[in-house]
């Protein structure tokens, strides 16, 4: 199961810190990947990370102002997003990506979302 | 083309079969396998389909997926009130190197 934090109520310009649990076990061998969802829209992939191995992966959209970690002793794993704009409004989502090939969007887990609201 | 294009909307009645329908390019689709994901409104998206034609642990077998070139397409047979929700077709874009969702389908029984 994937806990994520809570509601995040931004301004235009500041940043955002997203965590993302995995309780009853761990994610370490597999990656992590956040995809988002803007109100009424569908969704979209926007990077990921292999705890164990810690070298995150990029959408090129949110290269440069997307950063993903994960804390394997904790089983945690952190979306950073800088420079928002309200169409960062989205609900976030953290998903198991339950395949050890890149090529391969196989999200089996999800958390229960984040919503974002950035707003001036 | 790096991108899925989906209908917006599908609907049948109960008892129909539907067909939803995906379509790529040879970066994506037709290079990658394809997974289906269901969402209900207020809910995160759920695992249906993977590598083009397996469907989930738990997802019955009415639900069917299917590749052909640069196209996919989900059948949804025997159709259920419940299965009313939106459907995304996703898969890996080489061109990108990144993970491409379809549009959505608003699925919708009649």
């Known amino acids: 199961q994937l806990v994520q934090s809570g509601t995040e109520v931004q301004k235009t310009g500041s940043s955002v810190k997203l965590s993302c649990e995995a309780s009853?076990?761990?994610?370490?061998?597999?990656?992590l990947t956040w995809v988002r969802q803007a109100p009424g829209k569908g969704l979209e992939w926007m990077g990921e990370?292999?705890?164990?191995?810690?070298?995150?992966s990029y959408a090129q959209k949110f290269q440069g102002r997307l950063v993903v970690t994960a804390d394997d002793s904790t089983s945690t794993g952190y979306m950073e997003l800088s420079s928002l704009t309200s169409e960062d409004t989205a609900v976030y989502y953290c998903?198991?990506?339950?395949?050890?090939?890149?090529?391969?969007?196989?999200?089996?887990?999800w958390g229960q979302g984040t919503l974002v609201i950035v707003s001036s | 083309q790096s991108e899925l294009t989906q209908p917006p909307s599908a609907s049948g009645t109960p008892g129909q079969r539907v067909t939803i329908s995906c379509s790529g390019g040879?970066?994506?689709?037709?290079?990658?396998?394809v997974y289906w994901y269901q969402q209900v409104p207020g809910a995160a998206p759920k695992l249906l389909i993977y590598?083009?034609?397996q469907r989930s642990s738990g997802v019955p077998d009415r639900f069917s997926g299917s590749k052909s070139g640069t196209s996919a397409s989900l059948a949804i047979s025997g159709l259920r009130s419940e299965d009313e929700a939106d459907f995304y077709c996703?898969?890996?874009?080489?061109?990108?190197?990144?993970?491409?969702f379809g549009g959505g389908t608003k699925l919708t029984v009649l």
């Open positions: 998903a198991r990506k339950y395949c050890g090939n890149k090529n391969c969007p196989l999200f089996d887990t």
């Open positions: 009853g076990g761990s994610v370490s061998t597999y990656a």
């Open positions: 990370i292999v705890p164990i191995f810690g070298v995150p």
């Open positions: 040879s970066s994506n689709i037709g290079r990658n396998n």
């Open positions: 590598a083009s034609d």
């Open positions: 996703a898969t890996w874009d080489d061109s990108l190197n990144g993970v491409l």
